[in-house]
């Protein structure tokens, strides 16, 4: 007897669960479209796009605040995709935000390292590991290849090379269909 009322009780606390998460979700559409916007950008938090990561863009276009061609790292297919979701025509990659480039991660020099750790704060994902006055590296599967780490390195020893195919963030995720 025990058991069947836990089980009622599981069984009602799922459904009063299930009842706001769907009240919730309905009440507010312009919060579904975003995520969705969202999901089909390269999450580089790059800042490209006039935005301070991708998700503040995601926002701006679907309130009509920004285009969908803004986003360099995701070239194309990001723009297809966006434009696949909103209902939108294609539109060209607006080079005043920049070109698309090959996915691409930084290196850091470890033997020009000097440790000055001024890499460290503009890494938007943490991908940059050291500590004061010893040599830093980069985790490549972390990066996103944003390049905000290059400018402030006082010796120059960080650049960008090639991401392996397997880095996968750079796996632009398709779309829902407006129909699902």
Not at 13 to 29: D, H
Request: hydrophobic share 40%.
């Amino acid at each position: 007897m025990l058991w069947l009322t836990l089980i009622g009780l599981a069984l009602l606390c799922t459904g009063i669960g299930y009842g706001f998460s769907r009240l919730s979700a309905s009440g507010n559409q312009s919060d579904v479209l975003v995520e969705r916007i969202n999901d089909c950008l390269p999450q580089t938090q790059c800042a490209q796009c006039n935005f301070p990561g991708c998700r503040p863009y995601a926002e701006a276009i679907a309130t009509g605040q920004a285009n969908i061609n803004q986003c360099p790292p995701g070239g194309d297919s990001t723009i297809e995709a966006l434009a696949e979701v909103l209902g939108v025509p294609v539109v060209a990659l607006n080079v005043d935000y920049g070109t698309h480039k090959e996915p691409q991660v930084a290196f850091i020099d470890e033997a020009a390292c000097i440790g000055c750790t001024l890499c460290i704060p503009p890494c938007p994902v943490d991908a940059i590991i050291g500590s004061t006055k010893l040599m830093h590296t980069v985790i490549a599967e972390d990066c996103t290849g944003c390049e905000l780490c290059i400018e402030p390195c006082p010796v120059d020893c960080i650049s960008l090379v090639p991401a392996k195919p397997e880095v996968s963030q750079w796996r632009y995720p398709k779309p829902a269909r407006a129909h699902d």
